[in-house]
């Protein structure tokens, strides 16, 4: 006995438009390095939702797009070559960071060397400053100073963990 044609095309239609729309949703990423250390190590899996992006707040851990190379040369201080900066990473991969401020929050100056000379005493619009738990391997605010608010792609939602035994 066969199955009629029409049940099982539909079903396939709506099994490829449900996971067309989870993918649209939510983002799993992959730990790799040890900036976000302890809170996350090497190989642990994280699920982010991609909506209301604009509603992080300090604390929130976020998956951030990385910078192209135009993009981190345009933000970089004119003295920092000279300065022995060293790029953070560029174009294709994601980084996992804390929220430490958002826009008109006030901007944090300890720890944070590379916001001593901004102007203002708040988070400009737009702006965020983000921070690795580890701060001894994270490239984040505390070298490059303020990231774009555009560059968050996810929160994360929940530690999969899957790589922990």
């Given at each position: 006995?066969t199955?009629p ?20 949703c ?35 851990v ?48 300890a ?19 983000v921070?690795?738990?580890?701060p ?30």
């Amino acid at each position: 006995m066969t199955m009629p044609v029409i049940p099982v095309v539909t079903a396939t239609v709506l099994i490829a438009l449900l996971v067309t729309a989870l993918r649209r949703c939510f983002l799993v990423v992959t730990v790799d390095g040890v900036s976000m250390a302890p809170t996350f190590r090497p190989g642990d899996r994280l699920i982010a939702r991609r909506w209301a992006l604009r509603a992080v707040r300090a604390g929130d851990v976020v998956v951030l797009r990385s910078a192209t190379p135009e993009e981190v040369f345009a933000a970089l201080p004119p003295d920092a070559a000279a300065a022995g900066r060293v790029l953070p990473p560029l174009g294709g991969g994601h980084l996992i960071k804390r929220i430490v401020a958002v826009p008109g929050d006030r901007v944090p100056r300890a720890g944070f060397q590379a916001l001593h000379d901004s102007p203002g005493d708040v988070v400009p619009p737009g702006k965020i400053v983000v921070a690795g738990d580890n701060p001894r391997f994270s490239a984040d605010s505390r070298t490059y100073g303020y990231l774009r608010r555009e560059q968050i792609v996810g929160v994360v939602m929940h530690d999969r963990d899957i790589a922990r035994t």
